[in-house]
């Protein structure tokens, strides 16, 4: 994969994604990125990491009262 050049955009500066980034991205003009730091490096992803620990943590909750929701669910 071929390196990105970084550009001016006004004070800030950014990065264009090859159409083939973007469609393994799966973004789209508008859509956001969030940017996480790890071991190797940046990581950019479409998905945000505090809301997929947080659907986790709805998951858990869900299958412990999956009882109780059905029976709000009523």
Same mark, same amino acid.
């Given at each position: !994969? @071929? /390196? ?9 500066? #950014?990065?264009? &994604? ?9 973004? !789209? @003009? /508008? ?9 190797? #490096?940046?990581? &950019? ?9 947080? !659907? ?19």
């Amino acid at each position: !994969m @071929p /390196g990105l050049k970084v550009r001016k955009i006004g004070n800030s500066v #950014g990065v264009v &994604l090859p159409r083939d980034v973007a469609l393994k991205l799966r973004v !789209m @003009p /508008g859509d956001q990125l969030f940017v996480s730091e790890t071991p190797n #490096g940046i990581e &950019l992803s479409p998905y945000d990491p505090e809301f997929e620990a947080d !659907m986790e943590l709805a998951r858990e909750i869900m299958q412990k009262r999956r009882a109780v929701l059905r029976e709000l669910a009523k």
